[in-house]
DNA sequence: GCCATAAGATACGGCGCGTTTCCTGTCTTC
DNA sequence: GAAGACAGGAAACGCGCCGTATCTTATGGC
């Protein structure tokens, strides 16, 4: 009962190892930025990436992983957040290049991939994990606590929770509302929230 | 080439408008509590309602809008919020009966369908208006305008932005944690946030 | 009792996941 | 430089489940 093989020559030679995974995940980030997520599938990855599903599932379970070692490519590093002596630009300018991490992404890309992010829970702790350890959230509350030592910010408002609001509100608007938060949301969120809580009480 | 048919003799009687429709969403609550919602089924609701496929698309166009449906019937009643006089109660105990809804079915169940509801830009909206027209929203406008008249809280910080907040943060807590909020939970997001926020500084 | 309407049974097409099977190119090792 | 381990590559498959189409038959309105 075997089948006859077509002999496969390609003429292309035979990528491997890193070569080959970056060709992957270059696919992955074209088929995102082609399609997005919901219709990112991996029959088109691997025809974009020129190999064969097998290749895939040999590297990565399933397709959100693959969209993860795709997305978490371009991490950027938040080990020095930005340091300019006023609270609300330096979480401004910190949001900011979260929010447009992937600006050239079609934004309903991010979102369905986040979306999907939240169905598995072992992804969900990975994902939370990744925003404290070297992440976001250590880079807001070294933010945070820079302002408390000049006196700009109540030193006792800064547990865990409140560290993470910006965070947790951005994220939420773009759940619900389907696209990056606008620069006015983000200024709401500063604005309206989490300055007039952290700022200390003026009548001492 | 017609197939001929069985005749179908079932013996039960045949249910229709309302008496069906309940029989339906019934068993799609059930089947939510049997198997959650990422493995609840069409056919599996049809076959536990007894009823066929044809008749669950004859009402609803696809199977999120299916438990929207079911779902939506134990809205609680949001338009006589809890007045104790005391705005931390009364947040508390809003918030407690808005978290305590489905309590009996399993929480992975209203999570993954909340995740799912997430991805129809269309169901979204809908979802976010539900939250303001006589809905939770409303109820929390209410519970701080009433603490504002009585001089627990700075009327000025009632914007729009932070009457959402706690369902905003409780939702986001749901979504990244997977499980409904402890009260610990609530607690913090209270205490460390949406009531420091709101009180009026003690320094006049 | 007639007829429009909707219930019910069944089958089907489609899609995309994840897997299996087998062949073949390439690197390693001796 | 030959042998063999290893991983890439091609094709096909099974499966689950969605949403639809088709056709029969019960039921309520008139």
Known sequence: ??????????????RRG?????????AVWAELAEHGYD????????ARARTSKPVLYRRWPNRVELV?????????????????GDLRTDLAVLLGSLLHRFDDLPTDAVHGFL??????????VVFHRGLTADGPVDALATIMHRAAE??????ARLTPRVLSLPLDLLRDAFLMGGSVPSDQVVAEVLDE???PLLRVPAGG
Not at 1 to 14: H, I, L, N, W
Not at 39 to 46: E, F, N, S, Y
Not at 115 to 124: A, T, Y
Not at 150 to 155: N, S
């Open 18 to 26: 890193d070569e080959l995974e970056r060709a992957i995940l270059d």
């Open 193 to 195: 929230i989490v300055l």
């Open 115 to 124: 979306v999907d992010l939240m169905r598995d829970p072992e992804l969900r």
């Open 68 to 84: 993860v070692a795709a997305l978490g490519r371009n991490a950027p590093d938040f080990r020095e957040p930005p340091d300019t």
């Open 150 to 155: 000049r006196g700009e910010v109540d030193p």
């Open 39 to 46: 219709r990112l599938t991996m029959d088109g990855v691997a």
């Open 1 to 14: 009962m075997r089948k006859p093989v077509a002999s496969g020559r390609t003429g292309a030679p035979r």
